[in-house]
């Protein structure tokens, strides 16, 4: 995962999704959620600290437990001219398939599918199916953050993919947060930070940082609780911070691991709707 793409204008089809930024709704039964647990206090700095390969692997242990998602979110979209907030829902599973759709108060106002391959997004309302190759400008028309499907799938579990890095620095312990903060070099000269909790090792922050370890942007990633037999942050929130534009996801129900069929990342051809390619328009 490399950067959220909010500064860039998108075209007039692109920005109909705008307030939903990307999560939708599916017509499907949700899994509940257990109760909220009260935060106990930071723990005090441990006789020794772990390191990075130990903190990467309990994370990669995590990432291999997760295989699909289905759920309801509230979505927040903010930036310096416009602010959005949608009822939506979400279906993925890895590598690289979602579907996103949108409540309105009439029904569903759009509905995104993707199989890996191939994007398309369909609105009701003006009959319209936009189609395309699954690339990052094409989920950045829809979605106003440029990732590729399978940064998306990443994003909506709360789980990045670990880059390949070049050097890792020694890992440290912020006192007041009671988190453990691991920073990795990349072989083309950026960093990231990563941050997980002290007690559970779970995943709190990740950053990539720009010029003298300035923050470019952020994943936040808070409020987990035990579904399914696992942790799941049922707060994530994604931040441009050149921009000051924030994503801010509120799952209300989720169901892991359910079994999701492969039609379900496809949007077949439908009667009366027009088809536009959007390959073939500019961006």
């Known amino acids: 995962m490399r950067f959220w793409y909010f500064g860039r204008r998108t075209p007039d089809y692109g920005r109909r999704t705008s307030s939903a930024v990307f999560l939708l709704v599916l017509s499907m039964s949700l899994g509940s959620c257990a109760a909220r647990r009260p935060v106990p206090p930071a723990p005090s700095q441990p006789a020794e600290l772990p390191s990075a390969q130990q903190l990467l692997a309990t994370f990669a242990a995590r990432r291999h437990t997760l295989s699909s998602l289905r759920g309801l979110a509230r979505v927040v979209y903010t930036d310096p001219q416009n602010k959005g907030t949608a009822k939506q829902a979400v279906a993925v599973s890895v590598p690289d398939r979602f579907r996103l759709e949108l409540f309105s108060p009439i029904g569903i106002a759009s509905l995104i599918a993707c ?14 199916i936009y189609r395309g190759a699954a690339t990052p400008l094409n989920v950045a028309r829809f979605t106003r953050v440029m990732l590729s499907p399978r940064d998306v799938v990443g994003v909506l579990l709360g789980l990045p993919a670990p880059p390949q890095y070049q050097e890792a620095r020694p890992v440290t312990f912020d006192t007041d947060r009671g988190w453990y903060r691991l920073v990795l070099t990349l072989p083309e000269g950026e960093a990231q930070v990563w941050e997980f909790d002290a007690r559970t ?19 936040s990633l808070a409020d987990y609780r035990a579904v399914d037999g696992q942790n799941f942050p049922f707060e994530i929130i994604l931040s441009d911070l050149s921009n000051k534009q924030e994503v801010s996801i509120y799952y209300e129900k989720v169901e892991l691991n359910p079994s999701l069929p492969d039609t379900l990342f496809t949007l077949a051809p439908l009667n009366g709707v027009q088809e536009i390619d959007i390959d073939a328009i500019n961006p």
């Open 115 to 128: 199989d890996g391959q191939v994007l398309a997004a369909y609105f009701p309302k003006e009959k319209t």
């Open 201 to 219: 090792l779970l995943l709190t922050r990740w950053e990539v940082l720009g010029d003298n370890d300035s923050v470019v942007a952020r994943m």
